[in-house]
């Protein structure tokens, strides 16, 4: 049957956050064949929901140089096609960007090490916590739909991690929950994504985000949130030094 905000929450308004709620994906004994195609679909998912384009174009062009190098990070890559698309819009526009691109998961990194990414991209099965041990640093560190996944522990772990690995710029982009969204998700991906994650997974996934409000509480000093379309939450970090 499909889900429907009433039904999928018993909270018809998602007034507070549903964090018991698991992701399929997350499950380690989930389907192989149904994670390859939600990885697989996720581009095409992305380019509609997370708007990615528009955050290179605003936020991470004016960055870049076509003489020197800029490093990016991104964690918690899942099937890489963010970190591909970023590096793709950055040659078309003759900038030098190298992208490393991690994941904890060995199946998510298997996936993207097996899909067609320009050279600049690496993929690493790893955490930021080993990165920040080993003392990297990156110009600009960024992550698409991570944020909701995470333990409050984990939230300021990555907040901190992000803190010590950016030079310059954190993007952390995900989604904004409300009742309007979920709906508009559940209609929109009724008839598509057989085979998949992606419509069940997204509806948790909106269950379990937070509102721009909710994010405000939490965040550390320094830290900021704004508002994007359609329903999305940047939460930013600039290095005191720096203005973006």
């Given amino acids: 049957m499909p889900e429907t905000p009433t039904a999928a929450t018993g909270n018809l308004f998602l007034t507070t956050r549903d964090v018991d709620a698991v992701e399929e994906m997350d499950k380690p004994g989930c389907d192989r064949a149904k994670l390859a ?13 997370s708007r990615w384009h528009g ?11 076509s003489t020197t190098e800029t490093t990016l990070l991104d964690v918690g890559c899942g099937g890489g096609d963010i970190a591909a698309a970023l590096a793709r819009w950055a040659a078309r526009d003759h900038l030098r960007l190298s992208i490393t691109a991690i994941d904890p998961d060995t199946r998510a990194i298997d996936f993207a ?16 916590k080993s990165l920040v041990a080993d003392g990297a640093v990156f110009d600009v560190v960024i992550s698409n739909h991570v944020l909701h996944h995470l333990t409050p522990e984990e939230f300021q772990g990555l907040l901190t991690d992000s803190e ?15 009742p309007v969204a979920y709906g508009l998700f559940s209609v929109a991906t009724l008839p598509f994504f057989p085979g998949s994650f992606i419509r069940r997974d997204g509806l948790t996934s909106i269950r379990r985000s937070y509102t721009a409000a909710e994010l405000r509480a939490v965040l550390p000093a320094g830290w900021r949130v704004e508002s994007a379309i359609p329903y999305r939450n940047l939460v930013l970090f600039t290095p005191a030094n720096l203005h973006v």
């Fill in 113 to 128: 090490r097996a899909s067609a990414s320009p050279p600049s991209v690496i993929f690493r099965r790893t955490h930021s």
């Fill in 164 to 178: 010590l690995l950016a030079r310059q710029l954190v993007i952390h982009s995900d989604i904004a929950r409300s």
């Fill in 55 to 65: 955050v290179y174009q605003h936020r991470i062009k004016p960055l870049l140089s």
């Fill in 37 to 49: 195609r939600t990885y697989a679909q996720f581009p095409l998912i992305n380019s509609v929901v």
